[in-house]
């Protein structure tokens, strides 16, 4: 079982649709959450971390943490064709080196 | 402020050559990290190196190493080259706080024939 979980999709949605993208981890020890956006061909983007449990919005984003369930989440209101790219998750512990997810592809059609 | 680059882009090497990839961080970050992204998978910690130093190793094989200079760039050298090197590589440079969170770098992409 690997550390980091997470559904590598595709996931296809219409524009304007909220989209849900979910890793689960089984290390107690991860404490800092990480949510990565990557377009093709390029270097994973930095969207949001948040710190133990609890949620934290960003204009369209929302972070969700759910450590008694070992569960993350980040959801994005108002999908647009230009959120089509692959989402990682990404957790730390006290080394705060981070273990990644597989990533999501996700699809956002007009 | 300027982000983090990476040289070159991409390349193709032959099966049991040596090759080495270049970053720099962004700028006021100390410390950098090498990953190697497969296709379709999550990037694979490699290596971190700290004020030239290396602070963290993931389970590659020692014929991966690194260097840092005391601006705080960074290289990533590979000896030996296997087809299962193929891949794009990753630099990223952490914030000096916690979570030291990483921004990544575009990538050099690596094809071994």
């Known amino acids: 079982q690997k550390e980091v979980e997470q559904d590598p999709g595709p996931l296809s949605v219409p524009e304007g649709a909220i989209v849900s993208l979910n890793c689960t981890y089984s290390n107690s020890a991860f404490q800092y959450f990480m949510w990565y956006r990557q377009y093709s061909r390029k270097g994973p983007e930095l969207l949001m971390y948040t710190y133990s449990s609890g949620n934290k919005e960003d204009g369209r984003f929302t972070a969700q943490v759910d450590k008694s369930s070992k569960y993350i989440s980040l959801f994005i209101r108002d999908s647009q064709p230009s959120d089509s790219a692959t989402y990682l998750c990404?957790?730390?512990?006290?080394?705060?080196?981070?273990?990644f997810g597989r990533g999501t592809s996700l699809i956002v059609h007009p | 402020e300027t982000g983090v680059t990476q040289s070159p882009t991409h390349l193709i090497k032959t099966r049991g050559q040596q090759v080495t990839l270049r970053c720099s961080s962004q700028?006021?970050?100390?410390?950098v990290s090498w990953y190697q992204q497969a296709l379709g998978q999550g990037p694979q910690f490699i290596f971190q190196?700290?004020?030239?130093?290396?602070?963290g190793r993931g389970n590659f094989p020692p014929r991966f190493s690194g260097l840092q200079f005391p601006n705080y760039s960074s290289e990533l050298n590979v000896n030996a080259l296997e087809l299962d090197d193929s891949a794009l590589y990753l630099c990223a440079s952490s914030a000096d706080r916690p979570p030291y969170e990483q921004y990544f770098g575009p990538g050099t992409r690596l094809t071994v024939t």
């Open positions: 990404a957790m730390s512990g006290g080394s705060y080196i981070p273990t």
């Open positions: 700028s006021g970050h100390n410390t």
């Open positions: 190196y700290y004020r030239e130093e290396e602070n």
